[in-house]
């Protein structure tokens, strides 16, 4: 499974909310909420306009974490 946490982390750390991702139109709202939850992904142009916006690489937004069984 991928994990967001990271930028979840990055993004409050740059003064981005839930609300102020959506309004500035970075990630939809429903897309937003579904990397917290675990059940969406996003695409390599979202991680290139989060990338450019962060100033960082794709690792530092993302990370891998095996599934449990």
Do not use: H, W
Not at 1 to 6: A, E, F, S, T, V
Not at 7 to 33: C, D, H, P, W
Not at 46 to 68: R, S
């Amino acid at each position: 499974m991928i994990k967001y946490d990271k930028m979840f982390e990055l993004l409050s750390e740059n003064g981005y909310t839930a609300s102020r991702v959506k309004q500035e139109n970075i990630i939809s709202q429903g897309t937003y909420y579904g990397l917290k939850n675990g059940t969406a992904g996003i695409d390599a142009r979202t991680i290139n306009k989060l990338c450019a916006l962060l100033n960082c690489q794709p690792g530092d937004l993302m990370e891998y974490v095996p599934d449990e069984e």
